[in-house]
C-alpha cells in the first residue's frame, strides 16, 4: 500500500475507533439515537475539521469523503444495536479513545507535514488532530476535558506519537511501518498511564 493510501487507512480507522467512543460514551450518558449520532460523528471528526480548516485544506475531508460520514454512521449503529456486547469485548470507552488518539496524532501529523508545515508546526497540529474531537464530546456529553487536567496522561501519548512522525519524516524515514509504529507508541503510553495512574506533574506547591 502507498504512502497516501496508508494514511487514508489510518485515518478511517481513527475515525471508526474515536465514533465508537463517542458512541458508548453517548450510551453512558443514556442519550437517544440522535445524541449518539452526534457526539460519535462530532468525536471521530472534530479533530480532522479544526485540523484541515488550519492548514488551509478546505473543504475538510469530512465534507468531500463519503466514507468519513459513513464510518461514523456504522459505528453509531454497531453501538446502538450491540452496546452491550462492545462494552463487554472492551470494557473502558478510553480504550478506543486511545486507539483513536494514538492515529489521529500520525495522520494529523503527516498532512501537516504534506502541506509544509515545519515540524513543530506539524507536531501541533498533529495534537490538535488527536485531541479536537475528544474535547468537543466531552464538552457535549457536560464534562470536563481530559486534556485540560491530564490526568492519567492525554495529550503527552498524542505529542509522542506526533513528534515521532514528525522526527521520522526529517531523518527520511516514511511508510505504513514508521507511522503505525508512532500510533502504538502513543496508544502504548495512553494505556499504560491508564493502568498506573501514570499523571502529567502539577504546578508546584499545588496539593494533588
Partial sequence: MSGPGVAAALD????????VS??????????DIVGMVVLAEITALGGGIVRDLMIGAVPPAAFTDLGYVLVPLAASALVFFWH??????FPA???????GLGLFCTTGTLKALDHGLSPVHAV????????????????LAGHIPSVLYDRQLYALPALLGAAAVAAADAAG??????TTGAAVMAFAMRVLAMRYGWRAPLPRGVPD
Fill in 12 to 19: 478511517l480507522a481513527g475515525i471508526f475507533v474515536f465514533a
Fill in 22 to 31: 463517542g458512541a458508548l460514551a453517548a450510551v453512558r450518558q443514556r442519550l
Fill in 84 to 89: 452491550p456486547q462492545v462494552t463487554r469485548l
Fill in 93 to 99: 470507552v478510553l480504550l478506543f479513545d486511545a486507539a
Fill in 124 to 139: 501541533l497540529l498533529g495534537v490538535v488532530t488527536a485531541v479536537g474531537g475528544g474535547v468537543l464530546r466531552d464538552v
Fill in 173 to 178: 524515514l516514511h511508510g505504513g511501518a514508521v
